[in-house]
């Protein structure tokens, strides 16, 4: 029996050129076999301290009980993660320590028997998804952002989304008047055929309930695919109050951390997609999880895969072995994290995303990028 031999952990956080330039902080588990395989994981911990902190949780309360375990016991390697993480609390930190692990703990043993994601997941129903165009809106710079969205028609996209704001003092939902402008002219550059998204950033509470329920009327006549946080995401009795008083379909879930999470957001009856995200959500184990979850409730889910291409490929295999599946956000412009970290970075055609017979994720990581990214970080924090 192959026993994982090593695990490591590197904290990195490259500028992120779809962010202003702000770095976006993952937390990246390399795990390895007696036999020399490797797997990849990420958690998308965002911010410095958090990543430093998760880094920490990993090699200190984690890791002891994964190395010398045998790399095909995935999820019940899982379980054990999670009972421990009691200590820690099931969600944030721990939550964040527990998607890395698993996401790396996939790739290893998908590795081991010469078998792609989705394969190891039951199978795939489909060979392609749906690739999502996914940018903040410049709410002050309504030129470039109307240029970003014709870009993505010319690129072949079929789902296009935008939300929030460059800076926090002008995002999307703060002012009437500008939003409608911008979706408006937004559809007349996209056309009737191109399926737009808008995101609001629901957490900072721009709009309470009622002021929901009339915006989102106001917004129907451009026939959006979806609108995505439009409330505080802990207020389920908002969103099923919303639900029912528009016909736009409600997208949320992304501040979930865990099945018994996205059971309760189920059980609300105020979503019709809910976001997933593997380097948030305890892993591919957790998404998994979740998607039946899901699928049991005639919904769906979209990824919300804003993030590294580790996690493109992560949220590609659970998407690919559900039929809940709609689509995942995706960067439309190069990236450090989406082309530098791995040798073979995922390039959208005609507006998908095609899943790959590569074993494991299906990308090579680029280990001296990793090395250079975490030094990168570690010098940053002395700039």
């Not at 028609?153 to 800076?167: L, P």
Request: charged fraction near 25%; hydrophobic fraction near 45%; include cysteine.
């Amino acid at each position: 029996m192959s026993v994982i031999e090593r695990l490591d952990v590197f904290a990195v956080g490259p500028p992120e050129p779809h962010d202003s330039g702000t770095r976006r902080c993952v937390t990246l588990v390399r795990v390895e076999d007696a036999d020399g395989a490797v797997g990849w994981g990420e958690a998308i911990s965002l911010h410095r301290g958090v990543t430093l902190a998760t880094k920490v949780l990993v090699e200190e309360g984690f890791a002891p009980l994964v190395v010398g375990a045998d790399p095909g016991d995935v999820e019940a390697i899982w379980l054990e993660l999670r009972r421990h993480s009691h200590r820690w609390g099931p969600e944030g930190i721990a939550g964040f320590a527990i998607s890395a692990i698993d996401m790396a703990l996939w790739d290893l043993k998908g590795r081991q028997l010469g078998q792609p994601l989705a394969r190891l997941l039951g199978g795939a129903l489909r060979d392609q998804i749906p690739a999502m165009a996914s940018i903040h809106f410049d709410m002050e710079d309504l030129d470039w952002t109307l240029n970003e969205f014709r870009g993505f028609r010319e690129d072949g996209y079929r789902i296009v989304k935008a939300g929030w704001g460059m800076r926090p003092e002008a995002v999307f939902g703060q002012d009437r008047q500008r939003d409608l402008r911008f979706v408006r002219e937004i559809r007349e550059v996209i056309g009737a055929d191109i399926s737009l998204v808008v995101d609001l950033p629901g957490a900072r509470r721009i709009w309470d309930v009622p002021t929901a329920i009339r915006r989102v009327r106001e917004l129907e006549e451009f026939d959006l695919r979806w609108i995505e946080a439009p409330l505080p995401p802990e207020d389920l009795a908002g969103h099923r109050r919303l639900r029912a008083a528009v016909a736009t379909p409600i997208g949320t879930g992304e501040d979930e951390w865990r099945p018994s999470g996205y059971r309760r957001l189920i059980a609300s009856e105020g979503v019709d997609v809910l976001q997933l995200d593997p380097g948030r959500c305890l892993g591919i184990t957790g998404s998994r999880r979740i998607a039946a979850l899901v699928e049991a409730a005639n919904l769906s889910c979209s990824a919300h895969s804003w993030s590294s291409a580790l996690n493109t490929a992560a949220s590609l295999g659970f998407l690919a072995a559900t039929p809940a599946a709609d689509t995942l956000d995706f960067k439309p412009h190069e990236s450090p994290l989406q082309h530098e970290l791995v040798e073979d970075p995922w390039i959208q055609e005609g507006g998908f995303l095609s899943l790959r017979e590569e074993p494991g994720l299906g990308v090579t990581v680029r280990e001296d990028v990793v090395a250079a990214m975490a030094r990168d970080f570690q010098a940053a924090k002395e700039e």
